[in-house]
DNA sequence: CGCTGATATCAGCAAGTGGTGATGTGAGAG
DNA sequence: CTCTCACATCACCACTTGCTGATATCAGCG
């Protein structure tokens, strides 16, 4: 069966600036002040992506100290490709099954 | 390397609606009027949705007669799938590699 | 305890986005 | 040719969303 894909996820990696981070963080697990190095935005700004990410189960916080560090759920981005994987596959016989017109 | 994804091509798939009609076209090829039928949206809101994904790259219209046929460019998914599993590979390794408190 | 630095939250503003009705365009039927 | 239907575009409104400054919270240090 196609497996829906959540749009909330995919919204939440839609923005230039969480995608940037996402990427980031693929690489290495980071604190708020590394990102904000990083991407050079705001505290404040960074902190509200970084709560969009949260709430749509991409990262996890991990505190450390007075320190919080975030960590990609790598499960979520394997789901996210095998779902596109399953449409893709579902996309290359889909072309000949093409329903008649009204 | 990791190859970045677009954070275009997301966008478009991250609206609701626009993301159920990539889930039709995976199935069949299907003309507005079809589109139109099975998520009962105006005619005209369709049409923008359309044009989005269109635009993103996602699909390809095939005129047939007066009816215009969408098409899923399969090779676009599978691409999201493959840049996804990337992240997905390096986020698993991403947990050691943790940058040091500043 | 009081201070400092790291984060999160809140309020407000500007810009982007989706939905809808009116209208334009173009192909086929009569 | 004219009418109809499929589809696209435009104009407008409502809502959402990102960004920012101000403020709250909370951990560690002296």
Redesign the interface.
Known sequence: M?T??D?DV??A????LR?RI??L???????T??LVEETGAKQTNLSNHMKVLREAGIVETEP??R?T?Y?????V??G???Q??E??????T??E???A??
Request: with cysteine; glycine share 6%; proline share 6%.
């Open positions: 196609l829906s894909v749009p995919i919204r990696l839609g923005d230039p995608l996402v990427t963080l693929a690489r290495e697990t980071l604190c002040t590394h450390c100290g320190y560090y960590r990609l759920k790598s499960e981005l394997a996210l490709s095998g596109f994987a449409l893709a596959a579902a996309a290359r889909a072309a099954n093409k329903r017109c009204p």
